[in-house]
């Protein structure tokens, strides 16, 4: 079967950087997402990356992929109250559909 | 309209009953997705629909879910006899077109089924 892994749970102080992570399973995954999902939301795409990449960086946002591990990792600059949300990291599979992650649960710490 | 939106936003049903949960995409996108959020399972697939036709029905749980769309726009899951383990979040997606894999795919904010 097809299992993208994350850890549950991530605290983080305020003001920290925040670095969530996620093994993927398909080394053919073309493109590889992060989304975010607040309380009671939908979720809302925040980066992707491409395979053939390693680094993509959005404003506070970084995304790291080693495609060799098959790690993609998602670091949160400056993290603040608004990033408290469950984010997913997501492999296209297939064709369109996506394979989700776990989900990390992110809670900061005031 | 301005993003996806799905009703009912709730649903409380008996266990054996019907229920039919709805997805309007953004205008324009031609490709819509279903997926489930359960407890148990995450977030899975259920299906895709490029314009009308579904070409990969793989992710249903069983017979007992279908799903339609019409004109090319809103979609309809229908969920038959309804168990207490189709109790879940149930998320629709659009996208411009399905198979380019940088397009983006928006989710509406979901509808929660509860089966008694």
């Known amino acids: 079967g097809e299992d993208v892994e994350q850890s549950l749970f991530l605290s983080v102080r305020e003001g920290d950087s925040s670095v969530i992570n996620c093994t993927y399973t398909?080394?053919?995954?073309?493109?590889l997402y992060w989304y975010k999902q607040e309380p009671g939301a939908g979720l809302q795409l925040l980066t992707y990356i491409f395979s053939n990449m390693d680094m993509k960086q959005d404003q506070r946002l970084t995304v790291l992929l080693n495609k060799k591990d098959k790690h993609l990792s998602l670091r949160i600059a400056d993290t603040q109250t608004g990033d408290s949300a469950i984010y997913f990291c997501a492999e296209i599979f297939g064709n369109e559909k996506l394979t989700f992650g776990t989900g990390t649960r992110l809670t900061i710490i005031p | 309209g301005a993003g996806v939106s799905q009703s009912p936003s709730n649903k409380v049903t008996e266990k054996g009953k019907d229920v039919e949960l709805r997805c309007d995409p953004i205008s324009g996108h031609t490709a819509l997705y279903w997926y489930r959020q359960s407890l148990g399972q995450g977030l899975e697939f259920l299906i895709y629909?490029?314009?009308?036709?579904?070409?990969?029905k793989s992710g249903l749980p069983s017979d007992r879910f279908s799903a339609e769309r019409t004109g090319g726009s809103v979609s309809t899951l229908t969920i038959q006899r309804t168990q207490q383990e189709d109790s879940a979040v149930y998320l629709c997606a659009s996208s411009l077109v399905a198979g380019a894999h940088t397009d983006t795919q928006y989710f509406g904010p979901g509808t929660r089924l509860t089966v008694l």
């Open positions: 629909f490029q314009g009308n036709s579904a070409p990969d």
């Open positions: 398909d080394s053919s995954s073309t493109y």
